[in-house]
């Protein structure tokens, strides 16, 4: 079978979120499960100069008006379309925003430019490649399921993966006549969304299965607080919606085997945590021998940021440290930096995006904390139980999905893998870290607890067995 992914981002060629391990991790998975599946990415600067030998494979001469081929090269045994529209895609700063962090203004056209190619894919632009199936992931492919019902390719069936509801691909009416599908597109069954025009939402509407990324948010997006406005549209499509939790790819996260670890190790050699703790401390400029508390993570509301800077303090006074390493939101930065400045040695911060630093965190802290108010799916808590660092999380999606809570129980029957809360206040998670800190008195159940994690399967394989089932029932159906 033969399946054709269709991101913005994928790893390790571009990344800003758990878009691009996802997009880059799936393709690996699939093989294994009879599924050939190439991905379509633009070709941003990052991409083009990281992809080395590539043979064009297409070439469209107008995409929008703009000259655009589809290049064919294999990464680190990804098989990749690149669309080279250097017009769209050739530009300075991050994948969506210019070097000062700006939405570019044409993000509608660059992603319906990405959309339209990757239809044109389903409907033969390739020969030799011709996709059964088309899975597209977030509002940026959004377009795909839409292009392809109108014209391009309708019979192939198409999954459309939601990773963040909340970001939806919302745009002014007045860009539908430049979107090159016919007028009945802008309506209610379609792209049309309060006046505006959606494009996650016309991909939900028209694709033949949504899916999102934990079974908990699949039934949270059915309510108000968690659908932002596009409950109504997943309550009528009901019988069409499953979630799938994420995996990691356990080959980039092995602690036993990552050349980014200061001294590799495993769950029998716990100890050995001991030096990458030893880097956190030096590179947070921390001094204590409390737990080390770490957040990797942008900084945002939806993160629950804005809860870890008021019990920031409450951390220091029960004698932990605390390592945050994140960008976002420039207020709740401000505030992180300055719970750092007063507690020097005791919180350390790291404003930015380092990938490297993130693995030394995750094996050298003995906690990580994920306040999110919604969490799709969550990797860094994947991450965190792989490498021995206990995750304290939200009661809300994945998170719940992928965290066993250290309740007396979960303890006694050695199960436990990290601590819960589900009133995400300042104080709810207050109350979750007393219980951390009880835990890490007792060192025999912490290590116990580390064990746990390190032992649970955050590995693709089932997840990507459940997306092959999915898969083959939509073939056997059509669309
Ligand atoms: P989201 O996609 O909502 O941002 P996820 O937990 O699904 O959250 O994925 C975030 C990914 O980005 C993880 O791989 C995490 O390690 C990484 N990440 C987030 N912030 C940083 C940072 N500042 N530096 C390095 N990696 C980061």
């Not at 008021?310 to 390493?325: C, N, S």
Request: charged fraction near 20%; aromatic fraction near 8%.
């Amino acid at each position: 079978m033969k399946v054709l992914s269709v991101a913005s981002e994928l790893y390790p060629l571009i990344k800003t979120g758990g878009l691009a391990d996802v997009a880059g991790a799936l393709p690996l998975a699939m093989g294994q499960h009879g599924v050939e599946m190439r991905s379509l990415l633009p070709g941003y600067p990052a991409v083009m100069k990281k992809i080395g030998k590539t043979k064009k494979v297409a070439s469209i001469p107008s995409l929008f008006g703009v000259k655009a081929a589809v290049l064919f090269a294999v990464h680190e045994g990804l098989e990749l379309y690149v669309l080279d529209a250097p017009a769209f895609f050739q530009r300075d700063g991050g994948p969506y925003t210019d070097a000062l962090g700006r939405d570019h203004v044409d993000n509608w056209k660059r992603f319906a430019a990405l959309s339209l190619a990757a239809a044109e894919i389903a409907a033969g632009l390739i020969p030799s490649w011709k996709p059964d199936l088309v899975h597209a992931h977030d509002w940026q492919a959004g377009l795909v399921p839409v292009y392809m019902r109108f014209g391009r390719a309708p019979e192939t069936p198409s999954v459309m993966t939601v990773h963040n509801i909340a970001f939806q691909g919302q745009f002014s009416p007045v860009i539908f006549p430049e979107l090159a599908l016919p007028p009945e597109a802008f309506s209610m069954d379609c792209v049309e969304y309060y006046g505006d025009v959606g494009f996650l939402k016309g991909g939900l509407q028209v694709a033949s299965a949504i899916t999102t990324v934990s079974p908990t948010y699949a039934r949270e997006i059915f309510q108000p607080e968690f659908g932002m406005g596009l409950e109504g549209l997943v309550q009528a499509r009901a019988g069409h919606v499953s979630g799938i939790v994420n995996g990691i790819d356990t080959a980039v996260w092995n602690p036993a085997t990552d050349p980014l670890v200061a001294a590799p190790f495993s769950a029998k050699q716990l100890a050995r945590r001991g030096a990458s703790r030893q880097a956190v401390m030096r590179h947070f400029g921390l001094d204590g021998d409390g737990p080390i508390f770490c957040i990797i993570s942008r900084l945002t509301w939806q993160k629950g940021m804005d809860l870890l800077a008021e019990v920031a303090g409450d951390i220091v006074a029960q004698g932990g440290m605390l390592a945050v390493l994140g960008s976002g939101d420039r207020a709740l930065e401000g505030a992180l930096v300055q719970a750092a400045s007063h507690h020097k040695g005791r919180i350390g911060v790291h404003i930015g995006y380092d990938e490297p630093l993130s693995h030394t965190m995750q094996a050298g802290s003995d906690a990580i904390l994920i306040p999110s108010r919604f969490e799709p799916c969550g990797l860094t808590q994947l991450y965190a139980l792989r490498y021995g660092c206990i995750p304290v999380v939200a009661r809300t999606g994945g998170l719940a999905d992928t965290v066993i809570d250290a309740n007396a129980a979960a303890i006694a029957a050695g199960v436990a893998t990290g601590f819960q809360f589900s009133t995400i206040t300042a104080d709810g998670l207050r109350q979750a870290l007393a219980r951390v800190f009880e835990v890490w008195r007792d060192p025999e159940t912490w290590r116990q607890m580390q064990k746990n994690g390190m032992k649970s399967d955050v590995s693709w394989d089932k997840s990507a067995a459940a997306y092959a089932g999915l898969y083959t029932r939509l073939l056997s159906k059509g669309q």
